[in-house]
C-alpha cells in the first residue's frame, strides 16, 4: 500500500514563504512524476506544479517566480519552495505521485496517489 504524508502547511503574512514535503510511502519501485495541486473554498483543485523524475518542471502561470518543486528520487519526497506568498495562495494543497510502479500479487502494478492535504493560509 502506497501512501503520501504531507507537511508544512500552515498561516504566514503576504510576502512570506512555506515550505511543503512530501513523502511517498511503500514498497515503491519508481515514480513517474511527483506534484502539487490545491483547492481553495468553493473553487476546482487546480495544478501547481510538477516534476518528473528526470527533473523536469512545470508550473501553473500564476505561481512562475514565485514557487519552487524539487524532488528527492531517493526518499521518494517532493517539497514544495513557495516564496512571496499571496492571500490568493490560500487553499488546501495536495500531493500527487502519478504513475506510481509497485509490485502487487507478485506483478507490476502502476497507479496514481494522493495525499490528505495541508491547509496554506496566507492572511494578515
Known amino acids: 500500500q502506497v501512501q503520501l504524508v504531507e507537511s508544512g502547511g500552515g498561516l504566514v503574512q503576504p510576502g512570506g514563504s512555506l515550505r511543503l514535503s512530501c513523502q511517498a510511502s511503500?514498497?515503491?519501485?519508481?515514480?513517474?512524476?511527483m506534484g502539487w495541486y490545491r483547492q481553495a473554498p468553493g473553487k476546482q483543485r487546480e495544478s501547481v506544479a510538477a516534476i518528473t523524475r528526470g527533473g523536469s518542471t512545470n508550473y501553473a502561470d500564476s505561481v512562475k517566480g514565485r514557487f519552487t518543486i524539487s524532488r528527492d528520487n531517493a526518499k521518494n519526497t517532493v517539497y514544495l519552495q513557495m516564496n512571496s506568498l499571496k492571500p490568493e495562495d490560500t487553499a488546501v494543497y495536495y500531493c500527487?505521485?502519478?504513475?506510481?510502479?509497485?509490485?502487487?500479487?507478485?506483478?507490476?502494478?502502476?497507479?496514481?496517489?494522493w495525499g490528505q492535504g495541508t491547509q496554506v493560509t496566507v492572511s494578515s
Open positions: 511503500g514498497s515503491i519501485f519508481s515514480i513517474y512524476a
Open positions: 500527487n505521485a502519478d504513475r506510481v510502479l509497485t509490485v502487487q500479487l507478485g506483478a507490476p502494478y502502476e497507479d496514481d496517489y
